[in-house]
Nanobody, 120 residues
Framework: QVQLVESGGGLVQAGGSLRLSCRASGSIFSINAMSWYRQAPGKQRELVAAITSGGGTNYADSVKGRFTISRDNAKNTGYLQMNSLKPEDTAVYYC??????????????WGRGTQVTVSS
């Protein structure tokens, strides 16, 4: 079993910053890619940012230059630093990881999400 737990969401004014964390636990052998997705009310879930095990990153155009994804492999934890937040960034943010467990390679794991609300 693998569990992903997000934290760091909340209410912030436009222009503010938040840092999301995603901690993975369970029978983990290694974590491959880690990603952050978000889903706003009435919209489909979308990829925000992703990072490979080697540190390669990619971002949605809407967050480039404002968000930074990172990870601490020793802590099995990923982060999403969000700066210059806009009201349109309001969504539930979900952590995703592709995890090699001791019994299953390439397990696709999701967290339960953390709410980010940006007021204008």
């Amino acid at each position: 079993q693998v569990q992903l737990v997000e934290s760091g969401g909340g209410l912030v004014q436009a222009g503010g910053s938040l840092r999301l964390s995603c901690r993975a636990s369970g029978s983990i052998f290694s974590i491959n890619a880690m990603s952050w997705y978000r889903q706003a009310p009435g919209k489909q879930r979308e990829l925000v940012a992703a990072i490979t095990s080697g540190g390669g990153t990619n971002y949605a155009d809407s967050v480039k230059g404002r968000f930074t994804i990172s990870r601490d492999n020793a802590k099995n934890t990923g982060y999403l630093q969000m700066n210059s937040l806009k009201p349109e960034d309001t969504a539930v943010y979900y952590c995703n990881a592709i995890v090699d467990t001791v019994i299953q390679p390439g397990k696709n794991a999701w967290g339960r999400g953390t709410q980010v609300t940006v007021s204008s």
